[in-house]
């Protein structure tokens, strides 16, 4: 009998949980390929999320405190300060929302940060497609729950996007630190800010780690070669 470790970080929790190491394959999960987008569900995106020319920060998930959103909004004054008229668009649904947006009214940023909730699959893929990075400051909760993967990662670097996550659970695998990405602290809002500035102000840099996450997708983190391990015997 073999147990399929979606990460590293699953494989170890499986070891501790009493499963024998040897029946254990790690097989990481992926992305689709990215899919095209129009140049009309380009406008219509910018035009229903009211989104500038300028650069904007894409956040996809459930807004639950371990997925980090509300960092994200205490970290955007500092970046706009270093960086520029730069946006934040936090696409999901869940009990932090509110928080995020009552968040950036209190720091007076509420006209950078847009959270519109659900979105078409059209739309989403244009904000993929646009944005300048992605980022999703992921941590781990009281009860212990963090990302086993982190899908939303490489559905970001399916479109060329370089990463901005928290480091935690496997994530670790799904980024890779200075490569595709840049993984901080979890709850490091210092270190957050960092993260976002240094691809923000250097574009070529961030061009290069949108590209090794995308290369990273079509050679191994894709649907395929997920379905072809997973199939294979050894």
């Known amino acids: 009998k073999r147990c399929i470790a979606i990460s590293r970080f699953t494989r170890e929790n499986l070891i501790r949980f009493g499963v024998k190491a040897s029946q254990i394959r790690v097989v990481l999960p992926g992305a689709s390929p990215a899919t095209p ?3 009309a569900d380009v406008l219509r995106a910018r035009h229903q999320l009211d989104l500038h020319d300028g650069p904007f920060i894409l956040a996809v998930g459930r807004f639950i405190p371990r997925k980090g959103h509300i960092h994200l909004v205490e970290a955007l ?30 720091l007076g940023i509420e006209g950078a940060v847009r959270c519109p909730g659900f979105v078409d699959e059209d739309i989403l893929q244009a904000l993929y497609q646009t944005c300048t990075c992605f980022a999703l400051p992921t941590d781990e909760d009281e009860q212990g729950h963090v ?39 979890p709850g490091s809002v210092a270190q957050l800010t960092r993260a976002l500035c240094s691809l923000l102000n250097n574009p070529d840099e961030a061009a290069a ?9 079509e050679e191994t983190l894709n649907w395929d070669q997920f379905t072809e391990k997973l199939l294979a015997d050894d």
Do not use: Y
């Open 37 to 39: 987008v129009s140049d």
């Open 77 to 106: 004054p500092a970046v706009q300060e270093r960086v520029g008229n730069v946006q934040l668009v936090m696409v999901g649904r869940g009990p932090e929302r509110l928080r995020c947006q009552k968040k950036a009214q209190a």
């Open 147 to 185: 990302e086993g993967f982190g899908l939303v990662f490489t559905e970001a670097h399916a479109h060329g996007k370089p990463v901005v996550a928290g480091r935690s659970g496997g994530v670790v695998d799904a980024v890779l630190d200075g490569k595709t990405g840049i993984l901080v602290k």
């Open 209 to 217: 780690m949108g590209q090794a996450g995308k290369k990273r997708v």
